[in-house]
């Protein structure tokens, strides 16, 4: 694709993107009020300066950029402003706010990070700061217990949630040390009863990153974080490994993990039974209030949903972080919720297309783990909302309200923008 | 606003999402096939007095098939992962200065220099320097250097 060609499918997309934002707002405004909205024309001044100066960023910092990706999740975000306003006017003006600022840092990472690989030269410093940040809010003073997960950090007027810029830099982390060990990771020696290992000194600091990283995360009670740091793990090392039994040996690790954290933990077993048994009656007035309300929210919907702002998504404990996907399912109905996946498998889509087309190892596996990381994410909470496996809280990537998430999201976008401009491996085709 | 307004532009709204979708999926479908290829020039080939080719230069490649670069052959050249090397190698099979070769009386040979892993010519492992010519394989960790005219 050319680069004329490339820019014209960028920009028309982002226009897209802002038209469908403005319309969800506008649609949801008079939805409940019966009235178009006043401020429209601010909104519609302020999202489409913030996502045209990305994309003329993007055009010019990163040649050769995948058109696509910025796009598909500015929409993702648009829309997930446009249902926090119809949820919360006051979080929808925060989170406004965190949008622009994503975007900023969007920009930033492309601006600060030239050539993705030069990060391929801090494997273990990445990997520290990363667990720096995992391990955050233990600290005593800073760290703050919200809805029963000790996952926040507050520094003066400011909270968030370290491990979200922890999970991007453990991605990095582990791409970059894969990356140079992948080989041998790949040979087994060693022999433990029928099953062959790898040498343990090359698996040791993956295996140390991944034990902290999951004992860090139980300490914090954070299970949708816990979940998806384990997944990301098995889906990297397989990925660079080519070897089927890493996957093998990541679902029985996986499954002695949740039995064990089952037995040890009231609030696991919580969780599982109210994944059972949400509807019961003893249940659905009460600890399975929230879920039940999700589910009866995607009924409501049904195929074309109740139309934005004429739903009651409000019932929903939570709705506007952990059950925003049902809220849409309530109001856009099976189409809404389908057209949203869809969203996710496009940007999925462009990651492991990206990561087939480059040379370089480090810049394939980041792409991978990239990817990785926003599928399972969404897998994971959509999942939950649908009760197909049990609810973890945890935010649906670009949509969701929280200000550490999309942030953190942003900056993951715009490091698979940058290796996406960078063509590796052409040195070698004179 | 009329209820039936509010479903109407609902609708619209939920086609537009649609086409959104349809037309990102078209644009990144649209890119595949306009992938530059690689073209491989012609080499002719030189002979020497006795009409074989002499080896001029090394194709690497990694244990995937895949291209990593092709090396002039001149003087003595070592293979290994030290960046001292004249072929460096980022292959972690490789050791630090695994082999070296050498032109005598007119001919290539390759020496295995201590390695851990060995050097093969055509899977065969070298204890002494053996010749090599045009077309042999010359495998060091898992990395493959052809003998090109």
């Known amino acids: 694709m050319n680069a004329l060609l490339r820019w014209r499918t960028q920009l028309g997309l982002t226009l897209g993107a802002i038209v469908l934002s403005v319309g969800a707002y506008v649609l949801v405004t008079l939805g409940l009020t019966g009235e178009t909205p006043h401020g429209v024309a601010g909104f519609v001044a302020l999202i489409a300066i913030a996502y045209l100066a990305a994309d003329v960023a993007i055009v010019n910092l990163v040649p050769g950029a995948d058109p696509i990706l910025f796009p598909t999740a500015a929409l993702l975000a648009g829309l997930g402003y446009a249902l926090i306003y119809r949820l919360n006017a006051g979080l929808a003006a925060e989170q406004l706010g965190w949008l622009i600022l994503g975007l900023a840092l969007f920009v930033l990472t492309l601006v600060l990070v030239r050539d993705h690989r030069s990060l391929d030269g801090y494997t273990y410093t990445i990997g520290l700061i990363g667990l720096g940040f995992l391990l955050l809010p233990i600290v005593p003073k800073i760290g703050e217990t919200i809805n029963g997960a000790r996952l926040w950090v507050r520094l003066g007027p400011i909270s968030f949630q370290p491990s979200e810029a922890g999970k991007v830099l453990l991605v990095v982390f582990m791409a970059s040390y894969l990356a140079s060990h992948r080989e041998l990771l790949a040979v087994a020696t060693r022999r433990i009863g029928p099953i062959r290992i790898p040498e343990p000194k090359y698996l040791g600091p993956l295996l140390i990153a991944w034990g902290v990283s999951l004992a860090v995360l139980f300490i914090e009670k954070d299970l949708g974080s816990s979940l998806l740091f384990f997944a990301i793990f098995v889906a990297m090392l397989w990925a660079g490994t080519g070897r089927a039994s890493y996957l093998v040996l990541g679902i029985v690790l996986f499954a002695i993990a949740a039995l064990l954290g089952y037995l040890a933990f009231p609030h696991v077993q919580d969780r599982v039974a109210i994944w059972f048994h949400a509807l019961d009656p003893s249940y659905i007035k009460d600890r399975g209030y929230q879920l039940a309300q999700g589910q009866f929210a995607l009924a409501t919907g049904g195929i074309g949903g109740t139309g934005l702002g004429q739903g009651h998504p409000g019932l929903i404990p939570f709705v506007a972080t952990d059950f925003i996907f049902a809220a849409i399912g309530e109001e856009l109905g099976l189409l809404g919720t389908v057209a949203v996946l869809l969203l996710y498998v496009v940007i999925v889509a462009r990651g492991l297309r990206l990561a087939l087309t480059q040379q370089d190892p480090f810049t394939k596996l980041l792409a991978i783990g990239l990817s990785s990381t926003i599928a399972l994410q969404t897998f994971i909470i959509v999942g939950g909302v649908t009760r197909l496996i049990p609810l973890t809280g945890i935010t649906l990537p670009f949509v969701s309200y929280g200000g550490s998430s999309l942030v953190a999201n942003f900056v993951l976008l715009g490091l698979l923008v940058r290796a996406s401009g960078t063509r590796t491996g052409e040195a070698s085709h004179p | ?149």
């Open chain 2, 1 to 149: 606003m009329a209820p039936a307004a509010l479903i109407l532009l609902k609708a619209v709204f939920l086609a537009l999402l649609y086409l959104f979708v349809f037309w990102a999926l078209r644009s990144a479908r649209s890119e595949l096939g306009t992938e530059p290829r690689a073209v491989v020039a012609p080499v002719s080939t030189p002979s020497s007095s006795d009409g074989r080719p002499v080896p001029r230069s090394l194709a690497l490649t990694d244990e995937h098939g895949a291209t990593i670069g092709a090396v002039p052959l001149s003087g003595a050249v070592q293979v290994g992962r030290s960046p001292s090397c004249q072929i460096p190698l980022t292959d972690t099979f490789a050791s630090s200065i695994h082999a070296r070769l050498f032109a005598r009386d007119g001919s290539w040979f390759v020496e295995d220099l201590g390695s851990t892993n060995g050097t093969y010519v055509n899977e065969r492992r070298v204890t002494a320097p053996a010749e090599i010519k045009v077309g042999d394989r010359v495998r060091v960790g898992r990395t493959l250097l052809e003998v090109r005219p």
